[in-house]
């Protein structure tokens, strides 16, 4: 089988359930999905909970992505066409289900495809730029060295839940363990070990991403036990066949590049060291208030303008918190007021204007609890400037 054929098996659109999925990404009436569509399985994986990998992105052609900045979505390139112009890709992000009404739409502005695309060393991964940021979800930094490139990876799509089987519109999740070059290479002469990674369950297979998975990103967890991109879905024979893995683009290999060509792009551009952390847990007492602070140094000049504050909180009442940013000079930033009802938890990105601030300084995470009865904890937060 040829590398191209192979690369088809998770870009190949497929007739059964398309029309669904691709008028769920523009916006467009559709009618409800067979039973089938909303079975719990990317193939032998689970339905992802709303909120659960906020990065996701569903490409109007039959494909996945990752929110790269605000701005980028990270893809395959075999899912796009030639770099330029191009405002043809829906993209649908914010929610596990494709008809969600609120769900966000963009449209794309411009495509940048790997220029090496299609040559026997693959670089299958290519940026979208999207005509406005997606400003409340969270990204997904990628891997910049092979450390994290091992291990179990997690996996996450709207393609089909089997091979030859109808794309979804709820959003599946799996786990699939690495697979070394030297094992994977004895199924597929093609690999391109310095610049690919495999994974999946060898021997038994029954897990995997297929068609429609494509451009989706495979990723784990950090050493700080943040999520962070190592793989790009690219290609295989079949979906979840025994000693037949699937094969994702290497992302540490193209790091640099990936970075070079979103700056280019413009939009918002991750700032490599400006992201801090504080995943310690704070009790929130009912009726009281708690404030997690992160100590920012060596971060010179200015905050940012477009800087983002990634909050996770873990409460049964979210309608009774009140959450603030606290520059180190006492500077009070709303980011949520009471709102969300009775609904659970919250994890969510803000996008804050804060050029006005110094970026060096103690900033706080404050959470007063308005309400009484319901109570929770800081689960951690991050603050990038």
């Keep these: 089988m040829s590398r191209v054929r192979a690369t088809l098996r998770r870009a190949a659109l497929l007739t059964v359930g398309v029309a669904a999925v691709l008028g769920a990404a ?27 990998f906020p990065f996701m992105v569903r490409l109007s052609m039959g494909c996945g992505g990752a929110l790269y900045t605000q701005q980028i979505v990270l893809t395959a390139a075999h899912c796009v066409g030639a770099t330029g112009n191009n405002t ?25 495809r790997a220029p090496g695309y299609n040559n026997p060393s693959g ?46 519109r709820y959003l599946l999740k799996a786990q699939v363990p690495f697979i070394t070059d030297a094992q994977c290479g004895s199924a597929y002469t093609e690999l391109v070990p310095n610049e690919e990674i495999c994974a999946g369950n060898w021997s038994a297979g029954g897990v995997d991403t ?19 991109q190592v793989g790009v879905v690219s290609w295989g024979y ?23 060509a979103a700056a280019n792009l413009g939009g918002t551009t991750p700032q490599p060291g400006r992201t801090f ?8 007492p009912d009726l009281g208030t708690v404030s997690s602070p992160i100590a920012v140094s060596n971060a010179a000049g200015a905050a940012s303008a477009s800087a983002s ?15 603030d940013l606290v520059a ?41 609890d308005a309400a009484s009865a319901d109570t929770g904890y800081i689960d951690g937060w991050k603050i990038t400037l």
Excluded at 155 to 163: K, N
Excluded at 210 to 228: E, H, V, Y
Excluded at 240 to 254: I, K
Excluded at 309 to 323: M, P, Q
């Design 26 to 52: 523009t916006g467009q009436a559709v009618a409800a999905p067979p039973p089938d569509d909303v079975q719990p399985q990317v193939v032998g994986g689970t339905r992802a909970a709303q909120g659960e």
């Design 88 to 112: 043809s890709i829906g993209v649908t992000a914010g929610s596990v289900d494709l008809q969600d009404p609120n769900r966000i739409t963009r449209t794309s502005t411009y495509v940048y």
């Design 123 to 168: 670089d299958d991964w290519a940026l979208i730029k999207l005509n406005a940021p997606i400003t409340n979800q969270a990204t997904l930094p990628i891997a910049t060295t092979t450390a994290y490139d091992s291990g179990t990876f997690t996996v996450a799509g709207w393609g089909s839940a089997t091979e030859g089987g109808a794309q979804q």
């Design 210 to 228: 297929c068609q429609g998975d494509s451009g989706g990103p495979m990723f784990r967890r950090d050493n700080a036990n943040a999520w962070i």
């Design 238 to 260: 079949g979906c979840a066949r025994p000693e037949n893995p699937g094969v994702y683009s290497q992302v540490s290999t193209f790091a640099a590049a990936i970075a070079a």
């Design 277 to 284: 952390e504080n995943a310690g847990n704070y009790n929130i």
């Design 309 to 323: 504050v990634e909050v996770n909180i873990v409460h049964t009442y979210r309608g009774d918190l009140v959450v």
């Design 328 to 368: 180190p000079d006492g500077t009070v930033y709303n980011l949520l007021n009471r709102s969300g009802g009775s609904a659970d938890n919250v994890n969510q990105v803000f996008s804050k204007n804060l050029s006005s601030e110094t970026a060096n300084g103690t900033w706080n995470l404050r959470v007063r």
